[in-house]
């Protein structure tokens, strides 16, 4: 089945240490992003990728940061230097990076700071 | 700047009732495109409708019908004779030209309907 694959589901760290979430899509899809969705907040963009070898910092960038390596792929790190990592994270992708074209999305990773 | 408002943090029904969430956006772009995306509780987020400014036809899907107006800058959602498996949140959301694919999503409206 196409789709986009997120892993782990649920994620804890210890403060101080750097996670990484995969993503990877085999939906042939050129862009890739990356979105944090907090209570009440809805969703805020952290990354997105247009195309591989190429990444743009989204909204609330600082203490993350992101490769695309492979068309596939694009993991996400959360660094010791984001100060309030817990949040659940969603991996998208589209066709390509276009105001019309449609994003779709992965079931997202939990990740909690203990 | 764009912005996307969802005044209806929560509503509860009962099965069988008509129930409506609204979504008012703001843009300066005359090119752009609307989306509604369903997250149930497993969390993922599936997408249920996209609109592009050009077109202000209404459109039903089943039950889930889709009201768009330019003039109120609105574009509501209507579930006609909600069902229990209707219970989740439900993101509006906008995209511009200008900025590619980027979504700008309102804060979400949680729906629960009750048996």
């Known amino acids: 089945d196409g789709g986009i694959t997120q892993s782990p589901k649920y994620l804890f760290r210890k403060e101080g240490q750097n996670v990484t979430l995969s993503c990877e899509q085999n939906l042939n899809h050129d862009a890739m992003y990356w979105y944090r969705q907090d209570p009440g907040q809805g969703l805020r963009l952290i990354y997105y990728s247009q195309i591989v070898n190429d990444f743009q910092k989204g909204d609330i960038a600082e203490g993350y940061s992101v490769s695309r390596e492979k068309k596939e792929s694009f993991p996400l790190t959360v660094t010791s230097a984001q100060k309030n990592p817990t949040a659940f994270y969603l991996c998208a992708s589209s066709i390509r990076f276009f105001s019309g074209n449609t994003i779709y999305f992965g079931e997202g990773s939990w990740l909690t700071v203990v | 700047a764009q912005k996307v408002t969802q005044a209806q943090t929560e509503i509860s029904v009962v099965e069988k009732e008509d129930v409506t969430l609204d979504c008012v956006y703001e843009t300066r772009d005359t090119t752009y495109y609307l989306f509604w995306y369903k997250q149930p509780p497993s969390g993922e987020l599936v997408f249920l409708i996209r609109?592009?400014?050009?077109?202000?036809q209404n459109e039903i899907s089943g039950r889930y019908s889709w009201n768009f107006q330019k003039s109120t800058s609105s574009f509501n959602f209507t579930i006609t004779a909600s069902q229990v498996v209707d219970s989740a949140v439900y993101f509006c959301?906008?995209?511009?030209?200008?900025?590619?694919?980027?979504?700008?999503f309102g804060k979400g409206t949680t729906l629960s309907v009750s048996s």
């Open positions: 959301a906008l995209s511009v030209y200008q900025a590619g694919t980027a979504l700008i």
């Open positions: 609109r592009n400014s050009f077109d202000e």
